[in-house]
C-alpha cells in the first residue's frame, strides 16, 4: 500500500485513510510521551537522556492571549495557551501527522460519517468526567450561528453530532470534506470543553496537561501540571510560567540572562545572528507559514468597484515590501503560502500583481477618480513592527498612483474585533498565522461564512470553487483547485497578499530536553518536555 509523504495540512497518509475507510477501529494506544517522542530528541548539545520531573519552564512570549475559551477567541497569541489547557479527539504528532488524542481511535464507514470511540476515565481540571455528551456540546456551540465562533466557517460541512453511548460519537457532514480531520486536531478548532462551562475566558477548564493557575495582564501567565492527566507520567514540568515582553530586544535580553528558558521572535533578521552568537542556544526557524494581508472593507465606495481595488493592487509593489522589510528572508505571498497543498511558491503570474503605478492611475480614473483618491485610515497591528514597516512602505508606493492613506497602529484587541465585525472603514491588515488546511484561510472569503458576509463577499462563483475544494479528496486534484481559486481571488482583488514568511523562529536552551518545535508554532510539546537543570 502506498505512504504518502508527511505534509503539513494533508489530513492523513494514505494507509490510514484506506483503513479508515474500510471500517477498521484504529486503536492506538497512545500512553506516554515516549510513543511520540524519544528522549532528547531535537536537544542541544549536553542533552540528558533521561527525563526529570520537576522545575518550572519559563516562556518568553509576545503577545498576551486574547480570550481562553476555544470555541470563542480568534487570536494566534490564545493558541500557545489553549494548546497546554485543552485537549482534543485527535491531535498533530511530531511528524505533523493525525493521531487520537481523547479518542482512542475511530472508523470512517463513508466519506460523511466519523465514529470516535473515547478514552475512559478522562477529567476535566474541575473534577467532571468527560463522556460523548461533552463533545456534543463543544461542537454543537461550535455550528450554533447564533453563538457566534469563529470555528464555525472550518466546520461548516457538519451537519450533526450524536452521542451513540457515554463514550461513543458520531459525527455527520453534509458532503465529503478533505480538511475536516485537519480540523479536528488543530487546538483550539477541536478543543473540547465541559457541559457546563462557566467563564471559560476568566477560569479556563480543560482536559490538557496543564491546569490554569493565575494571570497577570501583560507581566505573568502561570500554568501548574494537571496532575490527573491521561498520559501515563506526563507531565514532567510542575509549572510553565509564561513571562510577556513587547519587543525583540528586551525578550532576547531575558533570553540572554536565562531570565527565560524558552522564547521565538518574529523577524527572522533578528533570529539569525542570535543563534550564531549563543552556540547553546538550539534554533528552530519555522515553515513559511505567515502572510500579510490588506483587508478590504467590500461592502461600500470605494471598494465595491472591482476597478478601485486593482488599482490598489497594481500601486503594491510586493517585491520591494519582501526586500526592505524581511531583507529577503521571504517571498511574494498569494492567499495560501508554500508550505501549505496547494499553496504558492511566488513565482509565475498573479492577475494584478505587477508594480504599474500608470495602469493603477488610469483604473481609478475611469473609476471616477481622476485625481487620485483618499482612503482615510489603513488599520495594522501596532504590537507587530513588520507589519507597520510594511504598512508604510505600501503608503509610499500607493502615493505614487495618487491613492493617499494615513497609518493607524492600534491594539490587537479592538482591532480583531473590527476585522471580524467587517467594522472597518476601508483598509485593515491582520496577518494571517499557520493554518491546518488552506480551506482555513481561504474561508475568510467565503461568503457563507459570517466573515465573509461582514466583509462584503458576494460571490456565488468563488463560494461554489471553495466548495468544491473543501470536497476534493484527492491531493493533486485539490491543488490545482487551490490555485484556481487563488488567482480569481487576485483578479478580483478582494485582498491584497504581500508577502509570504515564517511565521516565528523559535530559541531555547539546551538545558530544556524533550521540546518538538512543530510547523504549526504552537507549543503542544510542552508536555514532553523537562529540565536538566
Same mark, same amino acid.
Given at each position: 500500500?502506498?505512504?504518502?509523504?508527511?505534509?503539513?495540512?494533508?489530513?492523513?497518509?494514505?494507509?490510514?485513510?484506506?483503513?479508515?475507510?474500510?471500517?477498521? &477501529?484504529?486503536?492506538?494506544?497512545?500512553?506516554?510521551?515516549?510513543?511520540?517522542?524519544?528522549?532528547?530528541?531535537?536537544?542541544?548539545?549536553?542533552?540528558?537522556?533521561?527525563?526529570?520531573?520537576?522545575?518550572?519552564?519559563?516562556?518568553?512570549?509576545?503577545?498576551?492571549?486574547?480570550?481562553?475559551?476555544?470555541?470563542? &477567541?480568534?487570536?494566534?497569541?490564545?493558541?500557545?495557551?489553549?494548546?497546554?489547557?485543552?485537549?482534543?479527539?485527535?491531535?498533530?504528532?511530531?511528524?505533523?501527522?493525525?493521531?487520537?488524542?481523547?479518542?482512542?481511535?475511530?472508523?470512517?464507514?463513508?466519506?460523511?460519517?466519523?465514529?470516535?470511540?473515547?478514552?475512559?476515565?478522562?477529567?476535566?481540571?474541575?473534577?467532571?468526567?468527560?463522556?460523548?455528551?461533552?463533545?456534543?456540546?463543544?461542537?454543537?456551540?461550535?455550528?450554533?450561528?447564533?453563538?457566534?465562533?469563529?470555528?464555525?466557517?472550518?466546520?461548516?460541512?457538519?451537519?450533526?453530532?450524536?452521542?451513540?453511548?457515554?463514550?461513543?460519537?458520531?459525527?455527520?457532514?453534509?458532503?465529503?470534506?478533505?480538511?475536516?480531520?485537519?480540523?479536528?486536531?488543530?487546538?483550539?478548532?477541536?478543543?473540547?470543553?465541559?457541559?457546563?462551562?462557566?467563564?471559560?475566558?476568566?477560569?479556563?477548564?480543560?482536559?490538557?496537561?496543564?491546569?490554569?493557575?493565575?494571570?497577570?495582564?501583560?507581566?505573568?501567565?502561570? &500554568?501548574?501540571?494537571?496532575?490527573?492527566?491521561?498520559?501515563?507520567?506526563?507531565?514532567?514540568?510542575?509549572?510553565?510560567?509564561?513571562?510577556?515582553?513587547?519587543?525583540?530586544?528586551?525578550?532576547?535580553?531575558?533570553?540572554?540572562?536565562?531570565?527565560?528558558?524558552?522564547?521565538?521572535?518574529?523577524?527572522?533578521?533578528?533570529?539569525?545572528?542570535?543563534?550564531?552568537?549563543?552556540?547553546?542556544?538550539?534554533?528552530?526557524?519555522?515553515?513559511?507559514?505567515?502572510?500579510?494581508?490588506?483587508?478590504?472593507?467590500?461592502?461600500?465606495?470605494?471598494?465595491?468597484?472591482?476597478?478601485?481595488?486593482?488599482?490598489?493592487?497594481?500601486?503594491?509593489?510586493?517585491?520591494?515590501?519582501?526586500?526592505?522589510?524581511?531583507?529577503?528572508?521571504?517571498?511574494?505571498?498569494?492567499?495560501?503560502?508554500?508550505?501549505?497543498?496547494?499553496?504558492?511558491?511566488?513565482?509565475?503570474?498573479?492577475?494584478?500583481?505587477?508594480?504599474?503605478?500608470?495602469?493603477?492611475?488610469?483604473?481609478?480614473?475611469?473609476?471616477?477618480?481622476?485625481?487620485?483618491?483618499?482612503?482615510?485610515?489603513?488599520?495594522?497591528?501596532?504590537?507587530?513592527?513588520?507589519?507597520?514597516?510594511?504598512?508604510?512602505?505600501?503608503?509610499?508606493?500607493?502615493?505614487?498612483?495618487?491613492?493617499?492613506?494615513?497609518?493607524?497602529?492600534?491594539?490587537?484587541?479592538?482591532?480583531?474585533?473590527?476585522?471580524?465585525?467587517?467594522?472597518?472603514?476601508?483598509?485593515?491588515?491582520?496577518?494571517?498565522?499557520?493554518?491546518?488546511?488552506?480551506?482555513?484561510?481561504?474561508?475568510?472569503?467565503?461568503?457563507?461564512?459570517?466573515?465573509?458576509?461582514? &466583509?462584503?463577499?458576494?460571490?456565488?462563483?468563488?463560494?461554489?470553487?471553495?466548495?468544491?475544494?473543501?470536497?476534493?479528496?484527492?491531493?493533486?486534484?485539490?491543488?490545482?483547485?487551490?490555485?484556481?481559486?487563488?488567482?480569481?481571488?487576485?483578479?478580483?482583488?478582494?485582498?491584497?497578499?504581500?508577502?509570504?514568511?515564517?511565521?516565528?523562529?523559535?530559541?531555547?536552551?539546551?538545558?530544556?530536553?524533550?521540546?518538538?518545535?512543530?510547523?504549526?508554532?504552537?507549543?503542544?510539546?510542552?508536555?514532553?518536555?523537562?529540565?536538566?537543570?
Amino acid at each position: 500500500m502506498q505512504r504518502n509523504t508527511p505534509t503539513p495540512g494533508l489530513p492523513l497518509d494514505a494507509e490510514y485513510r484506506a483503513l479508515t475507510r474500510r471500517g477498521v &477501529l484504529l486503536r492506538l494506544g497512545l500512553t506516554t510521551g515516549a510513543a511520540l517522542l524519544a528522549p532528547g530528541m531535537l536537544a542541544g548539545p549536553g542533552r540528558a537522556d533521561t527525563p526529570r520531573r520537576g522545575g518550572a519552564l519559563r516562556i518568553g512570549a509576545d503577545a498576551d492571549p486574547i480570550g481562553l475559551d476555544p470555541t470563542k &477567541l480568534a487570536a494566534f497569541s490564545s493558541f500557545d495557551f489553549t494548546a497546554l489547557i485543552y485537549t482534543g479527539l485527535l491531535r498533530w504528532n511530531a511528524e505533523m501527522k493525525i493521531e487520537p488524542d481523547l479518542a482512542t481511535g475511530f472508523e470512517q464507514p463513508d466519506d460523511t460519517t466519523y465514529i470516535f470511540t473515547l478514552r475512559q476515565g478522562v477529567k476535566f481540571h474541575n473534577g467532571q468526567v468527560l463522556t460523548a455528551h461533552d463533545v456534543k456540546f463543544t461542537f454543537d456551540r461550535i455550528i450554533n450561528p447564533d453563538f457566534g465562533s469563529p470555528r464555525r466557517v472550518q466546520f461548516i460541512d457538519l451537519r450533526e453530532v450524536t452521542v451513540i453511548d457515554d463514550h461513543t460519537v458520531r459525527f455527520d457532514l453534509k458532503q465529503p470534506s478533505a480538511p475536516f480531520l485537519a480540523y479536528m486536531a488543530t487546538n483550539p478548532n477541536g478543543a473540547i470543553i465541559p457541559r457546563e462551562p462557566g467563564d471559560l475566558d476568566a477560569a479556563p477548564v480543560g482536559t490538557g496537561p496543564f491546569v490554569f493557575e493565575s494571570y497577570q495582564p501583560n507581566v505573568e501567565f502561570t &500554568l501548574t501540571a494537571n496532575r490527573d492527566y491521561y498520559e501515563e507520567g506526563l507531565p514532567y514540568l510542575d509549572r510553565v510560567v509564561f513571562r510577556f515582553y513587547r519587543d525583540n530586544a528586551t525578550i532576547l535580553s531575558a533570553l540572554r540572562t536565562k531570565a527565560i528558558d524558552m522564547t521565538w521572535v518574529r523577524d527572522p533578521r533578528v533570529a539569525s545572528p542570535v543563534t550564531r552568537a549563543m552556540p547553546d542556544i538550539v534554533s528552530a526557524p519555522g515553515q513559511t507559514s505567515r502572510t500579510f494581508p490588506v483587508w478590504m472593507n467590500l461592502k461600500a465606495p470605494p471598494f465595491n468597484d472591482v476597478r478601485v481595488r486593482r488599482a490598489l493592487s497594481l500601486a503594491t509593489n510586493r517585491t520591494e515590501c519582501v526586500q526592505t522589510v524581511l531583507a529577503g528572508f521571504g517571498k511574494v505571498g498569494a492567499m495560501i503560502p508554500e508550505s501549505h497543498v496547494g499553496g504558492w511558491d511566488g513565482t509565475g503570474e498573479m492577475p494584478y500583481y505587477a508594480h504599474d503605478p500608470a495602469a493603477a492611475k488610469a483604473l481609478l480614473a475611469e473609476a471616477g477618480y481622476p485625481g487620485g483618491i483618499d482612503l482615510g485610515d489603513y488599520i495594522v497591528v501596532a504590537a507587530n513592527p513588520l507589519d507597520v514597516a510594511c504598512a508604510q512602505i505600501m503608503q509610499q508606493q500607493w502615493a505614487a498612483a495618487g491613492i493617499t492613506v494615513r497609518i493607524n497602529p492600534m491594539e490587537t484587541a479592538p482591532l480583531l474585533a473590527m476585522w471580524r465585525e467587517g467594522s472597518f472603514p476601508t483598509l485593515l491588515s491582520v496577518a494571517l498565522a499557520w493554518n491546518p488546511d488552506a480551506d482555513a484561510i481561504l474561508s475568510y472569503l467565503n461568503s457563507g461564512g459570517d466573515f465573509g458576509r461582514n &466583509l462584503g463577499m458576494a460571490d456565488a462563483e468563488l463560494d461554489a470553487m471553495l466548495n468544491s475544494a473543501r470536497s476534493e479528496l484527492d491531493p493533486a486534484a485539490r491543488s490545482d483547485k487551490h490555485m484556481a481559486i487563488q488567482r480569481h481571488i487576485a483578479e478580483q482583488a478582494y485582498c491584497l497578499q504581500i508577502y509570504q514568511y515564517p511565521l516565528r523562529w523559535e530559541l531555547w536552551w539546551n538545558s530544556v530536553q524533550g521540546y518538538v518545535p512543530l510547523s504549526a508554532n504552537i507549543r503542544s510539546f510542552v508536555r514532553t518536555t523537562w529540565l536538566t537543570a
